[in-house]
């Protein structure tokens, strides 16, 4: 009997140890399942509106007098020629489960509206919006001299990175999505690159230490274009060093206090603080075209200029060297996006339909925040047909 007292006495023991790591690690549990339940179909909208409740996060305040917008409504136009020929918009926006819809046009809103029971006052993730935020404070560290110039190598910056697969790479590699680094970005695979990152995040690691672990090479930098989100976060880390300063309290005081925001925004961070700046940014959608409308009048706001004279011209201009696979239609820059036939357009772009399209001709920045879980679903030709829509809004 006694080897039944010792097998009883250590399940004992196991269940006490399984009951006191269940206590000391039970945020990064709860987290963990927060991410793995954050995409159900039941939770998607309500969690895009909500991460600050999932994942560790840091302020961005805002501060100054709240810039207004005009209003001048106008109607949206019904259809619109997308890949396959004549579409509803309106079921379009339906299909794709968006969040909201803002256009302004020359400063004044034409059209807003909020869907699948969200309000105006919702911080919205931006998934990976949030880095062509980042390019913008890239550029203000360049402005300063605090990054003296975009061809140094990233370990100027980032020490850490030594001896991995980017030691050798530049920023402007980095900005340009052409760092060289192999990194499966399939948001489907659980066992993907970006998806061992997410409980990276939610686990309580270093993305820093994620970043620096990499090794893996699918070719030279500055070879070819890939999208590599990770690229993103190695930027914020160049910036963090640049600054000596956290990318949240830098982008407070260089571009949330200037451009009139109406509310407080945060960055999902890891366990160290560290901003999840390849698209942790949380914002109301308003903010997000304010953002646009800095960018469409060249980094000015209000007669001051918050971004370096030539920045906006130089970050969203095709630079990227071409990308690896054969006949993909979009172009990029300093992480941002550029459309084919491109006729004074730009866009940010986040997974699961996050835009702002910036129209300069047509003087139209719009913001769409979707929760579409069909994202991948036909994704050139999704994309190509959101781009179709914009262009029927803002050229009608």
């Known amino acids: 009997?006694?080897?039944?007292?010792?097998?009883?006495?250590?399940?004992?023991?196991?269940?006490?140890?399984?009951?006191?790591?269940?206590?000391?690690?039970?945020?990064?549990?709860?987290?963990?399942?927060?991410?793995?339940?954050?995409?159900?179909?039941?939770?998607?909208?309500?969690?895009?509106?909500?991460?600050?409740?999932?994942?560790?996060?840091?302020p961005i305040p805002r501060s100054g007098p709240v810039w207004e917008f005009g209003e001048a409504p106008a109607p949206l136009p019904e259809t619109f020629v997308g890949v396959d020929g004549e579409q509803s918009l309106e079921a379009y926006l339906e299909a794709s489960a968006t969040t909201s819809l803002i256009v302004v046009r020359n400063g004044q809103i034409e059209f807003e509206d909020y869907y699948l029971g969200t309000e105006p006052e919702d911080l919205r993730i931006s998934w990976s919006v949030a880095k062509s935020f980042l390019s913008a404070l890239i550029g203000v560290a360049v402005g300063e001299g605090a990054i003296s110039s975009l061809d140094d190598p990233l370990t100027k910056y980032a020490p850490s990175l030594a001896g991995s697969g980017y030691d050798g790479a530049t920023i402007r590699n980095v900005a340009n999505m052409a760092s060289g680094v192999a990194f499966n970005e399939d948001y489907l695979d659980y066992n993907s690159d970006i998806n061992k990152m997410g409980r990276e995040l939610a686990l309580g690691g270093s993305l820093d230490e994620f970043s620096a672990s990499i090794t893996a090479m699918a070719g030279a930098p500055?070879?070819?274009?890939?999208?590599?989100?990770?690229?993103?976060?190695?930027?914020?880390?160049?910036?963090?060093?640049?600054?000596?300063?956290?990318?949240?309290?830098?982008?407070?005081?260089?571009?949330?206090?200037?451009?009139?925001?109406?509310?407080?925004?945060?960055?999902?961070?890891?366990?160290?603080?560290?901003?999840?700046?390849?698209?942790?940014?949380?914002?109301?959608?308003?903010?997000?075209?304010?953002?646009?409308?800095?960018?469409?009048?060249?980094?000015?706001?209000?007669?001051?200029?918050?971004?370096?004279?030539?920045?906006?011209?130089?970050?969203?201009?095709?630079?990227?060297?071409?990308?690896?696979?054969?006949g993909y239609p979009f172009r990029y820059g300093y992480q941002w996006w550029t459309p084919p036939d491109a006729d004074e357009e730009v866009f940010a772009i986040g997974v699961y339909g996050q835009w702002i399209w910036i129209d300069r001709k047509a003087n139209v920045v719009i913001v769409r925040t979707s929760a579409n879980r069909n994202f991948r679903a036909n994704s050139s030709q999704s994309r190509l047909d959101s781009i179709a829509m914009y262009r029927a809004i803002a050229r009608p």
């Open 1 to 58: 009997m006694r080897w039944v007292k010792r097998i009883g006495a250590v399940i004992g023991a196991l269940a006490l140890v399984a009951i006191v790591a269940g206590l000391i690690y039970r945020e990064e549990i709860e987290r963990l399942y927060r991410v793995n339940t954050l995409f159900d179909e039941d939770r998607i909208v309500s969690n895009f509106s909500n991460m600050e409740t999932m994942f560790l996060s840091a």
């Open 222 to 326: 500055g070879e070819a274009w890939r999208y590599v989100s990770i690229d993103t976060h190695v930027l914020g880390m160049v910036l963090r060093g640049a600054t000596g300063a956290s990318v949240a309290d830098y982008m407070a005081e260089k571009l949330w206090s200037k451009i009139g925001v109406e509310a407080d925004a945060y960055y999902l961070t890891d366990a160290e603080g560290a901003a999840f700046v390849l698209g942790g940014l949380n914002i109301r959608s308003r903010d997000y075209a304010r953002f646009g409308r800095l960018i469409l009048n060249d980094g000015v706001w209000e007669g001051e200029r918050i971004l370096p004279e030539g920045w906006v011209e130089e970050s969203t201009a095709i630079s990227a060297p071409p990308p690896a696979a054969a």
